[in-house]
């Protein structure tokens, strides 16, 4: 029999003594919050900035890395891992794979993703960093660079830690940056099941399939930190983020989530919406009433768009054609948004850099920023809108394409226009 080596050993005492200050009636201090993702403004609180252990939660961040390395070419998908002597020896959950034992990088995200297997998420931390304490170093800078301010790793599975603390604002602040930053890796998240050399993986999450839109994110349990959860989901165009920590078991946690999430759809529907005032128009160009109340899960209004006419394959705006007959109005109930920001100004110069990137569909389009007051904040979002829901969504696959976040956003109705 091998004996494990000290870092091994410490590691087990670390978790032993961890699990023993932690009985069995000590009940976990719990804490919640709702999110509304688009903007970032908290819906619900409860103990948001309360320090908790993430427990498996921490291998959110584990996979915002991984999926950073996939963008910048550091991994590739097919790429094999290597499990270490030390990955092979960390305590469940794991795969249970021997030193020398290898999988590719898209089965090891998704066995932290469904098994939460703490095997595999050393293996990733020494593949990125050369060794897990490293790895949990760029942890905590990336954390500070998202903002969350209280947060501190200390590696890369969630194993227990007495230095390794965060909140739920913290970890809502992720999920978010997880669905923002890597659209195209997050749908991982939404994986049922994962089979590997023969057995299949259920994924721990089990609100997947039980409540309507939620397509992540990720489980944790430590004595010390109670049953946690971080989900997120989308109903009308709107993704809302929970965030429970502390439950006393994975039932009642996610009754609970499930109940925020309700509360976080419908402080969100039921919401006042003021647009900004838009750049004044050019000569030929059109003008636009500015208010009115948004309708359940849509917060703008449709801006009319000029007249069109065929110039070629492609369709271009006439101002003065339109003007030759009188005002018309055009409803076209459908836009893309494609970020929030805590400036009109640098909201209105997102929303015209990414009408450049899809020129065919969005040049004619009108931009448009929205004002959206959050508890202590105001948000202004960036939105191009004017456009038929094929456009819409045609529009946001290009942009998605170039690594422009996009989002259809349905729109209430038209306004008067005024042509020139």
């Not at 809302?240 to 109940?259: P, Q």
């Not at 009433?289 to 948004?294: D, I, L």
Request: positive net charge.
């Amino acid at each position: 029999m091998q004996i494990p080596k000290p870092r091994v050993l410490v590691g087990w005492l670390t978790a032993l003594l961890l699990l023993a200050s932690s009985p069995g009636w000590a009940r976990p201090p719990s804490a919640a919050i709702v999110m509304d993702a688009d903007t970032g403004a908290v819906l619900y609180a409860e103990g948001a900035d309360r320090r908790i252990y993430p427990a498996s939660l921490t291998k959110m961040m584990t996979l915002y890395m991984v999926f950073e390395a996939l963008e910048e070419g550091r991994l590739r998908l097919r790429e094999r891992i290597r499990i270490s002597r030390r990955a092979a020896g960390m305590p469940p959950s794991r795969l249970g794979l021997r030193p020398g034992q290898s999988l590719t990088v898209e089965q090891a995200i998704l066995a932290l993703v469904t098994k939460s297997a703490n095997d595999v998420a050393v293996a990733l931390a020494e593949r990125l960093a050369g060794t897990e304490w490293r790895f949990a170093k760029r942890m905590t800078s990336k954390a500070r660079a998202l903002g969350m301010r209280r947060t501190t790793f200390r590696n890369a599975s969630g194993l227990p830690n007495s230095r390794q603390r965060t909140t739920v604002r913290d970890m809502a602040i992720l999920a978010r940056a997880l669905v923002r930053d890597h659209p195209r890796y997050y749908r991982y998240f939404s994986r049922r099941s994962f089979s590997f050399k023969g057995r299949r993986y259920p994924n721990h999450n089990r609100l997947l399939g039980r409540y309507t839109g939620l397509d992540g994110v990720k489980t944790g349990y430590i004595r010390a930190s109670g049953f946690n959860l971080a989900a997120s989901a989308v109903r009308g165009g709107r993704r809302v983020i929970a965030v429970v920590a502390g439950g006393r078991s994975a039932r009642a946690r996610d009754r609970r989530v499930a109940r925020l999430l309700d509360l976080g759809f419908e402080r969100l529907g039921s919401r006042l919406v003021a647009e900004a005032p838009i750049p004044r128009p050019r000569p030929g160009g059109i003008a636009l009433a500015s208010f009115a109340k948004a309708a359940p899960l849509s917060n703008d209004l449709a801006y009319p768009v000029p007249q069109m006419k065929r110039r070629g394959p492609l369709l271009r705006s006439s101002a003065t054609a339109v003007a030759a007959r009188g005002p018309r109005m055009v409803e076209r109930l459908y836009g893309v948004q494609v970020g929030a920001y805590l400036r009109a100004s640098q909201a209105r110069k997102i929303a015209y850099r990414a009408r450049k990137l899809a020129p065919d569909i969005l040049l004619d389009a009108n931009v448009a920023v929205s004002k959206r007051r959050g508890r202590d904040r105001t948000f202004y979002r960036a939105r191009i809108v004017g456009l038929t829901l094929a456009d819409a969504r045609q529009a946001c696959r290009i942009l998605k394409s170039r690594r422009q976040d996009c989002l259809v956003v349905t729109l209430e109705r038209p306004v008067r226009v005024a042509v020139r």
